[in-house]
């Protein structure tokens, strides 16, 4: 059964850092892209950053660029988001998601349950 | 910076036909993609590249796209279709992922 757990949540003050994780288990973890989606308490999702299998393709909504750092370790099965310069938008539910690419698009075919970053003074 | 619009509202009533539409410039050259999301649950996938159902997905869901138009059809919605919608896709350059402000969907 395919399994993504994300942890690394917490409340913290602007401009201090976090580093989210999301464990991978029941499929073979290096043959997907993985990608961070958050939501904003009562608010919509926001695709924050995708990584390919190896890393060798990264991505960053603007929101989050020079701010946020994704990275991947194939031999833990794990997907990580660093967080710095934390501001009081970037409080919200973070989701960690498995990407089927195909030919130039690709979509999120499994969802963790999140973990919630609250950002405030 | 690219979006998608949607509706923030559709209301059927049970067994009708329930369409939320999704509009975006690039529509016409990129996917679009369809999350269900219940409340306090995490997304789930019910339509990727504009008309593909993954296993699992009742039949009743379909989509489709024409122009700069993304449609989910929900084809004699239940109770339990109940739900925040959201369609999701990239602008042209494919660099710029976007999900739509999502659509509640009250079935009633």
């Known amino acids: 059964e395919v399994q993504l757990v994300e942890s690394g949540g917490g409340v913290l003050r602007p401009g201090g850092s976090l580093r989210l994780s999301c464990a991978a288990s029941?499929?073979?973890?290096?043959?997907?892209?993985m990608s961070w989606v958050r939501q904003a308490p009562g608010k919509g999702l926001e695709w924050v950053s995708g990584i390919n299998w190896n890393g060798g393709s990264i991505g960053y909504a603007d929101s989050v660029k020079g701010r946020f750092t994704i990275s991947r370790d194939n031999a833990k099965n794990s997907l990580y988001l660093q967080m710095n310069s934390l501001r009081a938008d970037d409080t919200a539910l973070y989701y960690c998601?498995?990407?089927?690419?195909?030919?130039?698009?690709?979509?999120?075919?499994?969802w963790g349950q999140g973990t919630l970053v609250t950002v405030s003074s | 910076s690219y979006e998608l619009t949607q509706p923030p509202s559709v209301s059927v009533s049970p067994g009708q036909t329930a369409r939320i539409t999704c509009s975006g410039d690039?529509?016409?050259?990129?996917?679009a993609d369809w999350y269900q999301q219940k409340s306090g649950q995490a997304p789930v996938l019910v339509i990727h590249?504009?008309?593909k159902r993954p296993s699992g997905i009742p039949e009743r869901f379909s989509g489709s796209s024409s122009g700069t138009l993304a449609t989910l059809t929900i084809s004699g919605a239940q109770v339990e279709d109940e739900a925040d919608y959201y369609c999701?896709?990239?602008?042209?350059?494919?660099?710029?992922?976007?999900f739509g402000g999502g659509t509640k969907l009250t079935v009633l």
């Open positions: 029941g499929f073979k973890f290096d043959d997907y892209g």
């Open positions: 690039a529509l016409p050259k990129k996917y």
């Open positions: 999701y896709s990239t602008d042209s350059s494919g660099y710029h992922r976007v």
């Open positions: 590249e504009d008309d």
């Open positions: 998601a498995r990407e089927i690419a195909v030919a130039g698009t690709s979509w999120f075919d499994r």
